[in-house]
């Protein structure tokens, strides 16, 4: 009982008694990144889910101690490490899911597009040992400007021969995480109970709260979603001015893609009742990848779901509009990155 009440799992779309119920199957998770402020934490909440059976570790350097360590937590998955280009096949070889939270953190004065340069190269070189490895695995992507990292994870996977855009995902869960937490502060309303779809991308303006579809029905003052909106948005310079150079947010962070892999091992198990926020390449509006609520299931995202953009106040129609030009050229960024290189 200790071990569910802590895995995160908070979607209030989906049923917590699911976790008590007994698991038909287990599965394989890697973490590339996994030395990291991310992945450390990350790795821990993993290690407790009685959904894994094996959790592999990677990183370029100081992964062998953090496996050493997690490997004493008595809790059904075995850990195990790799280090260094020549060690990643291994890692990823008949793995289930791929969590990527490998690259450079921002500092105080940074965007995240400042980190593209750096991350770019990062994420490439990883999503192309998983294409030639794991091919069939989830992928969930971390490492910003995840704007543009997912397309360039995509474009890498297409010319591997192997994509499939209902198993790439941008894990933009920490800004719904952190729109439910300031919100239900806001109405003094039960965190468990609040749920706020937060769809465009994730970077400043491209992150777009929907609070008027926030459940439960709540209403805002103008001045209140204009507040709440804005700091939804500069949440994450929040943390990275208060870590002053120390880094960027890792353990909400960690819990925020503890949540989205949860998710993600359910609908792979077989719970047809699985919704989270995701970027992913999408219909929904005239841009490739947008991030909205998406069902999930056994193949990956079983469905977009449109009903949120629907109905938007004047205020969400405009932010949704404002967002579309940025989130284009982070889009295209990654995409032409990718090209150039052929
Ligand atoms: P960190 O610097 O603490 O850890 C990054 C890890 O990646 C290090 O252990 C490093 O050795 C490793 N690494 C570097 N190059 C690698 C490679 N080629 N292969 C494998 N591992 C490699 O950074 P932190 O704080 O963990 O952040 C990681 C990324 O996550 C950053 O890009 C950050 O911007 C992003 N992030 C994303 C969020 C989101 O909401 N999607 C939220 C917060 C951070």
Known sequence: ALQASIVPKISPKTSFRNQFQPRA????????????????????????????????LYDIANVKGVAADLSHCNTPSQVLD????????????????????????????????????????????????????????????????????????AEVLKQKGVYNPKKLFGVTTLDVVRANTFVAQRKNLRLIDVDVPVVGGHAGITILPLLSKTRPL?????????????????????????????GSATLSMAYAAARFLES??????????????????????????????????????????????EGLTEYESQMLEALKPELKASIEKGVAFVQKKQ
Not at 228 to 233: E, G, K, N, Y
């Open 218 to 246: 709540v209403t805002f003052s103008q001045g209140e979603v204009e507040e709440l909106t804005v700091r939804i948005q500069n949440a994450g310079t929040e943390v990275v001015e208060a870590k002053a150079g120390a």
């Open 82 to 153: 790799f280090t260094g280009q020549l060690e990643l096949a291994n890692c990823l070889k008949g793995v289930d899911v791929v969590v990527i939270p490998a690259g450079v953190p921002r500092k105080p004065g940074m965007t995240r597009d400042d980190l593209f340069n750096v991350n770019a190269n990062i994420v490439k070189t990883l999503v192309e040992a998983v294409a030639d490895n794991c091919p069939d695995a989830f992928i969930l992507i971390i490492s910003n400007p995840v704007n543009s990292t997912v397309p360039i994870a």
């Open 264 to 309: 993600s091992l359910r609908a792979l198990d077989g719970d047809g009742d699985v919704y989270e926020c995701s970027y992913v390449q999408s219909d929904l509006t005239e841009l490739p990848f947008f991030a909205s609520r998406v069902k999930l299931g056994r193949k990956g995202v079983e469905a977009i779901i449109s009903a949120d953009l």
């Open 25 to 56: 199957s287990t599965f394989k998770v890697a973490i590339l990144g996994a030395a990291g402020g991310i992945g450390q934490p990350l790795a821990l909440l993993v290690k407790m889910s009685p959904l894994v059976s094996a959790l592999h």
